[in-house]
């Protein structure tokens, strides 16, 4: 789902044929979707979905509402989500109102926008090559006769 891989403008069907890319989809404002929904291209949402939504790209409109787990390379929203967002770049704008966990490697909120939840970053694979493995620290400890651990003696320098 997050890879640097950039997919061909074109699709190819059976018989090998390029085909032109897919139009976005959109949900119009007198639409309500109860159900999950799946794409690989880009997704406009100007209705109400009450489900899970994979896309490449979505697009939440100022008279949307999304409720449920939202998995993208790219999110704007405008409008209503409840739920849980995971996407490499998440968008705010003034008049969205989302009340969910996000997990994203960059966020941008537009001032205005209200935002409850958690929010996580996850880095990119060169992020993760780049961080040092963190090694846990062992105290010195010395032990005692009874068993008990007593802290190590402080050498006295002169």
Known sequence: MFSKKQKSPTRSDAG??????????????DL???GNLTSEGDV??????EGDIISS???VSSTASVRGAIECETVVIAGHV????KARHVTLAKTARVIADVIQERLSIEPGAFFEGNCRHF????EKK?????????PA??????????????????
């Open 141 to 158: 400890v010395a032990k005692s006769g009874n068993g008990l651990a007593a802290p190590a003696p402080v050498e006295a320098t002169s």
């Open 32 to 34: 309500t979707i109860n």
């Open 82 to 85: 409840t739920g849980q967002i």
């Open 123 to 126: 880095p990119n694979e060169t």
């Open 57 to 59: 790209k979505l697009t």
């Open 16 to 29: 090998g044929a390029p085909k032109a890319p897919a139009a976005p989809s959109i949900i119009s404002s």
């Open 130 to 138: 780049a961080l040092p493995k963190l090694e846990p620290v062992k």
């Open 44 to 49: 406009q949402v100007d209705g109400t979905v």
